[in-house]
């Protein structure tokens, strides 16, 4: 036992080793696949050395241009493909017989000098360097400017002005001159009788699905706005507009009201519209809003302790001057002034105090200034129908439902009107318009009594001229002057079986200087004569 125990440890220890040993050739040993890369590897660095001696020994350059003249040189060049030229296409010229033998210079400048050009679009070749852009074909100019000629009107036969598409559409719109547009073979009486009217073209923009009673356009001339009876206000760019004529935003300001009048600012920047409601509000040039006028308290008999309206708001107008400053007019009785770029405490013209609240979101706060209470010839509140700012600012005139025309100083005290005519219009209608002159001597009312008359500012017991038999159906029914102030332009509504008519009025002499029918049972509502 002595010598067996120590032997058969001796031989376990043994085998122990044996098997350890293999196992731990096994694992070192690597498998075939990165055997075989690494043999790969082997062999491309193997190449790339020997390239490198082949380099070394031929002594090339560095320079690729040398490099590349040793190569061709050597016997190992040997190019597989050879690069053919495209085949030019053949033109093919007469040869005409010279008479004296020229020499050879010459004969290749006289050549050069009569060889044709290759029509490079014929053969597919490009012309330019840069993206290829398809030009559609445009519609011909006179095709264009036909398509907007009214009917009846008489056109030369020389070639249309060369004008696009959407500047005819804004010339037209805008009361562009009409002087090429008429034939000289038109007769005389017919050719005086249209001079100066923006009548020869017209478009239709349609949106609208009720009567549009209100328009206004932005001072650079390139936005229209149009308010309706059908509770929206459309947005119309003439710079943007295509041949589709559509409108590029409509929204409802207050729903369930009806537009009774929409106004871009003074500078361009934004427009305010007036609903039924009596809360007015502030858009941005892209048709956001940016604030709400507050309501005034209904249950106040005296309007002059709320600082807002109460009834539905009738029409507006921003000061000639004073930027973010208007007056609206109610069916309250009362005539409003505000100030929408305030926010602190101030002192009216007329003795009051003012205050506005901070709108939220809106960076500006509405403070109302001023306040006048229309009263009849017995002393009693009046609904007040229509306003309207002198040029200057310094006059303020409005019309109530008792027919009476009242003209306020915006500088001095709003408790009592300077000048007024009680019977202006016959009481009981609703006097849709009030507009002053440039010159600020003459003031036009067109009164829901189906009249239109003219005033002198400086004698208003009697009108200028009365124009009678003009229908009139709408309550914002609108009248305007020509830039040159030279013609007043308003609108008739159409009766049954009848169309409604475009009034121009001669200022001078007080005449009507033409009339124009305009759609079948169409009613003429809203005029607007663009000054630029």
């Known amino acids: ?35 075989s890369s690494s043999s790969a590897a082997s062999d491309v660095y193997k190449r790339q050395q020997r390239r490198v001696r082949e380099h070394q020994a031929s002594g090339m350059a560095d320079s690729d241009d040398e490099e590349m003249a040793a190569l061709r040189a050597s016997k190992r060049y040997n190019p597989q493909i050879k690069a053919v030229p495209a085949p030019m296409p053949v033109v093919t010229k007469p040869v005409s017989p010279v008479a004296d033998p020229l020499p050879q210079s010459e004969h290749e400048d006289q050549q050069q000098q009569h060889e044709p050009e290759i029509d490079l679009a014929e053969h597919n070749l490009p012309l330019s360097f840069g993206k290829v852009v398809k030009v559609a074909a445009k519609r011909p100019v006179a095709e264009t400017h036909a398509a907007f000629e009214r009917q009846g009107s008489k056109t030369t036969s020389q070639a249309a002005p060369a004008l696009t598409a959407n500047e005819m559409m804004m010339r037209e719109m805008m009361g562009g001159e009409t002087g090429e547009q008429e034939g000289d073979d038109e007769p005389a009486g017919e050719a005086e009788g249209m001079d100066g009217l923006p009548i020869s073209h017209e478009i239709h923009l349609k949106g609208h699905q009720r009567a549009v009673t209100s328009v206004s356009l932005d001072p650079k001339g390139s936005r229209l706005l149009t308010g309706g009876a059908d509770n929206k206000v459309y947005m119309w760019d003439f710079a943007g507009m295509t041949s589709s004529l559509r409108a590029f935003r409509n929204f409802e300001p207050q729903e369930g009201y009806p537009v009774s009048c929409v106004r871009w600012s003074n500078s361009g920047d934004r427009f305010a519209v007036s609903t039924g409601d009596p809360r007015m509000k502030i858009f941005t040039r892209d048709g956001h809003a940016l604030a709400t006028f507050s309501k005034g308290d209904m249950y106040l008999y005296d309007p002059n302790r709320t600082k807002g309206h109460t009834h539905g708001v009738c029409g507006f107008q921003w000061h000639p001057h004073e930027k973010g400053v208007l007056a609206s007019c109610s069916k309250d009785c009362t005539v409003r002034v505000f100030d929408v770029d305030r926010e602190k405490k101030w002192g009216s013209a007329s003795g009051g105090m003012g205050t506005g609240d901070r709108i939220t979101g809106a960076g500006m706060g509405i403070i109302h200034r001023d306040i006048a209470v229309l009263k009849n010839k017995q002393g009693k509140k009046t609904q007040v129908t229509a306003m309207g700012y002198s040029p200057d600012g310094g006059h303020l005139a409005a019309t109530g439902i008792d027919g009476s025309l009242q003209i306020y100083r915006t500088s001095g005290s709003f408790n009592r009107p300077e000048l007024v005519c009680w019977n202006a219009h016959q009481p009981g209608t609703e006097t849709s318009s009030v507009k002053y002159s440039m010159d600020g001597d003459t003031i036009v009312t067109r009164g829901g009594d189906d009249t239109l008359k003219v005033w002198d500012v400086r004698k208003l017991t009697k009108p200028l001229k009365v124009f009678e038999g003009l229908t009139s159906f ?39 200087k033409h009339s124009l029918d305009m759609v079948t049972n169409g009613s003429v509502v809203a005029t607007l004569w663009n000054p630029i």
């Open 474 to 512: 709408y309550e914002t029914t609108d009248t305007s002057f020509s830039p040159d102030q030279d013609v007043i332009v308003t609108g008739t509504s159409a009766r049954k079986g009848a169309n409604g008519q475009l009034i121009f009025i001669d200022r001078s002499s007080l005449t009507i």
């Open 1 to 35: 036992l002595f010598f067996i125990i120590p032997l058969l440890s001796l031989l376990y220890l043994s085998f122990v080793l044996f098997i350890s040993f293999f196992f731990f050739l096994m694992i070192r040993r690597p498998p075939r696949s990165t055997l």
